[in-house]
């Protein structure tokens, strides 16, 4: 056993430098998940008045302003819940009988939740953004809460019996806008990176194993013993090997004379 574990090692070591391939594995890896999109940042935005009036789903009378919405974290939340409807979301046609599941409601309420934010910079614009890795559902999210908020609008001046401003008093003058953002590195791809390391050396192991199997050589003592029907009283050292251990000025000391 210890004479084919000393073969293992000498062919591993003679090897070695196949071993970076067992590097080139997480490496390929790292450099993959740095091109690839991490998140994608949609948005859609419209021009409206900061005082424009914003009905209330739940409320046939009640309405809030839309600096309302915007400037609190908690009434953008509700306005999200409160005009959640799947269905619309996912553009079916009205009275199509689709079936929509609870985990695909429940996936995309999370996203609209977790990633959908609605703000008004100080021109007058109006923006409902969305920032999540899902490109598919962030442009849903994003087209349907953004024509939505809209609509609310529209209907807030005529429950208020208000006169609506030239941008909000046809069709939606929206700006759509899309872009992807990458990250070179991220704590997560640790993980996957070492198991691709680990993998890649794990293969090269059992590249040599095989290799040493295929080897027709002699594998211990006892089949030299066997083939040649004398017993083996000891075995020689390589010479390369021990040279290599040697300290210079006993390598020096050895060599012949001239």
């Known amino acids: ?64 302003t839309l600096s309302e919405i915007t400037a609190s974290p908690e009434q953008a939340a ?3 819940k409160g005009n959640f409807f799947p269905h619309l979301i996912l553009d079916y ?16 309420y999370t996203e609209a939740r977790d990633n959908l934010t609605i703000g008004l910079n100080e021109e007058g614009l109006v923006t409902v953004t969305y920032i999540g890795k899902n490109r598919k ?28 401003p030239p941008p909000m008093e046809s069709t939606p003058e929206m700006t759509y806008t899309s872009r992807t953002i990458r990250r070179i590195w991220e704590p997560s791809r640790l993980i996957p990176a070492l198991i691709c390391f680990a993998g890649g050396l794990l293969v090269f192991v059992l590249a040599q194993v095989v290799i040493e199997a295929l080897d027709p050589s002699y594998k211990s003592e006892k ?34 004379t001239r």
């Not at 046609?93 to 995309?108: D, F």
């Not at 609509?151 to 807030?156: A, D, F, N, S, V």
């Open 223 to 256: 089949q030299i013993a066997e083939h040649l029907g004398v017993p083996v009283l000891g075995t020689m050292p390589d010479k390369l090997t021990t040279t290599k251990t040697l300290r210079p000025g006993m390598r020096d000391h050895d060599e012949p």
């Open 93 to 108: 046609p009205l009275g199509y009988k689709a079936i929509v599941t609870q985990a695909h409601r429940t996936e995309l």
């Open 1 to 64: 056993m210890l004479f084919y574990i000393k073969r293992m090692l000498y062919r591993i070591n003679k090897n070695r430098r196949y071993l970076s391939l067992a590097i080139a594995l997480p490496l390929l890896y790292l450099m993959a998940m740095a091109y690839k999109p991490h998140t994608f940042a949609i948005a859609l935005s419209f021009p409206s008045p900061a005082d424009a009036p914003v009905t209330a789903p739940e409320s046939p009378t009640e309405a809030m």
């Open 78 to 80: 509700r306005f999200i």
């Open 137 to 164: 559902t962030g442009e849903r999210l994003v087209t349907y809460y953004g024509n939505t908020l809209f609509r609310r609008i529209q209907e807030g001046y005529k429950r208020l019996d208000l006169p609506a």
